[in-house]
């Protein structure tokens, strides 16, 4: 069996670009070579859509004032999906953008009833990770959402006269004051870059997973209602999938033994990995006749999203795979050398990182 | 006729006594000579209930960290009702209490939908008249609420977690996310001089119109919610009666000629006075005979809040009214000159603070 399926097209396209159509978020295929946007992400259609991206690469590649800025829950400990935000930051970074994050520990706190000792504990730690990850401290801006100066809280009461009760609805589902809080503190998040309090107008960019749009959604219609108030302008944001557990279902706290977390033991990562569901077929013998089928198989997600940076060496392991001249036992194998590789680097980076971070972000007193 | 009614006892008294019956707040009346309340809005119950007073009072007297807080929504211009939050600020700030004013601004632009700039401006106006009318500034401390330190906003991110829609609903009818701030917003003025960041636990009373007590129970079952996790405590309050507008009705912004603004032209608030709403009878020999209705007449209820301090002098008047001694036309005039005197004075130390006051008050940058 030759190659007939583009590994860069992933299982779940469909459901991707249906995304597309519905919400008016533009597939970022066109503008890869077009701004020479070379992170596998792109290649690999991982980064699949986005709003206003050419807006802002433009405005990259006239230096004019760009940030990126993302925000982290500080809820359990980073993972694999995580680590793709701090991939992303770490590449607009190189590109030349100024990087804020925003430990969410508003919204940890409210919505999901974290306690507050825990999450500044953990907002800490996810700093932490990022500069181990590769994000540089000195190019980048670290704050907690409950340590903002007065002008960021005023872009939230702002805010909170013009959103409605029914558009809240709508977004959320619930009105609660604990989402609505939350809510209106994201937009603060992304729009609060653009004041002169801030350091003066900027072109901001939001990476995230595409679970994120309807915050993405709402900012837009904030700042185009404080457009003359305030002079703020629509921020742009790329979009990723969502990298499953690995299960091949959706990621989630409750099961933690599918998903990869980037302080996880060496060994308990590695057990995780051996027993994520793969495209391998019933017996070796119709897996070597037919092949596998790596576009179900979280092994090869893994090697897509993370593990395996270069093209030719992740073209070959799909067509080893299609081709039945490997079974899941080894590739597994393959992959936790892989995995324990950039899990040891990251380690050691990390515990290198986190006794200094504190010199990077002020911590909340209470 | 004699004398049988106390005009102390007020008309509308029937209806505040239900208030204390539905609601909980204690009347203040048992407390005055135990506590030597000297103010006249005591003795003549114009503050006539309370929660939890006795606890503040006793803190007074042993010295301990007291402070009385209240807020102003910069909205139109103080009028006479206004000045009795001026005047109770003014009486415990000479009783050694520290006095702390919000400026609602948040709110007033969230709810009431208000231009910045115009509120801006008229907070630092609320806050001068405050000042003219007799509060200290060198004991008192002034800000807007979107002008305050990242603590203060903390905890309006943290109420908005143990506050739910339902609460909401029933306490202000709808849930509309500027009311949710303006809510949460109001139980950080009162609850953070609680704080550490805030110079430390204090026991704060806060002196409103009884119309404000919704804000203040909510307050108050806040403060229970987090006495464990923030160490917070319930505020004390007093409540007065609302001064009414000189039509005998609620006043209102949509109908200024009939109340009397701190800043209105002396001519004009006398001709105000001069149409005010009377105790009179139809005719000037009806009147002789029957005597006047003094607890229906406007110009008594300023003579009881404002225009007369001598409780003797009030007596006389009440008498003279019901003894159809005098006549409307005449006791207006005399009203009139005591409302002349005031404002004269009024305007005089306005104009003297107008400029001075922003070195008290820290103005937002937008």
Not at 91 to 96: D, E, L, V, W
Not at 203 to 223: E, F, K, M, N, W
Not at 246 to 273: C, F, Q, T, V, W
């Amino acid at each position: 069996m030759s190659i007939t399926l583009d590994p860069w097209g992933y299982a779940a396209i469909e459901d991707y670009e249906k995304l597309l159509e519905e919400f008016g978020i533009k597939p970022v295929k066109d503008m890869i070579s077009l701004y020479s946007l070379d992170h596998h992400f792109f290649a690999r259609n991982v980064i699949f859509g986005h709003r206003d991206f050419d807006t802002w690469l433009e405005k990259l590649k006239a230096k004019d004032n760009v940030a990126v800025l993302t925000g982290f829950m500080p809820s359990g400990s980073p993972h694999l999906g995580t680590a793709m935000v701090y991939e992303e930051l770490k590449y607009f970074q190189q590109k030349g953008a100024y990087v804020k994050i925003a430990i969410a520990d508003a919204e940890a706190y409210a919505v999901r009833r974290e306690d507050r000792g825990d999450l500044i504990k953990r907002g800490v730690e996810f700093i932490a990770h990022a500069i181990a990850w590769g994000v540089n401290p000195e190019k980048a801006e670290f704050y907690f959402q409950t340590n903002m100066t007065s002008s960021y809280y005023r872009l939230i009461q702002m805010f909170s006269r013009k959103v409605t009760e029914a558009e809240m609805r709508a977004i959320y589902g619930d009105v609660s004051p604990a989402k609505i809080m939350a809510a209106l503190t994201q937009a603060a998040d992304i729009l609060h870059l653009q004041l002169e309090e801030y350091g003066g107008f900027k072109y901001v960019l939001v990476p995230v997973g595409i679970d994120q749009d309807p915050h993405l959604r709402l900012t837009r219609d904030i700042a185009d209602r404080f457009e003359n108030e305030l002079g703020l302008k629509r921020p742009s944001s790329i979009y990723h999938k969502l990298l499953r557990g690995l299960d091949g279902n959706k990621m989630s706290k409750s099961r933690p033994e599918y998903a990869i977390h980037l302080d996880d033991p060496i060994e308990l990562a590695e057990k995780k990995l051996m027993n994520a569901l793969t495209g391998g077929r019933a017996t070796a013998e119709e897996q070597r006749k037919l092949g596998g089928e790596p576009l179900k198989c979280m092994i090869f997600e893994l090697y897509m999203y993370h593990l395996v940076r270069d093209d030719n060496e992740l073209r070959d392991i799909y067509s080893e795979c299609v081709n039945g001249k490997i079974l899941c036992g080894e590739c597994k194998r393959r992959a936790i050398s892989k995995l324990r590789e950039l899990m040891i680097t990251h380690s050691e980076n990390y515990n290198e990182v986190i006794n200094q971070v504190e010199k990077y972000v002020k911590k909340p007193s209470f």
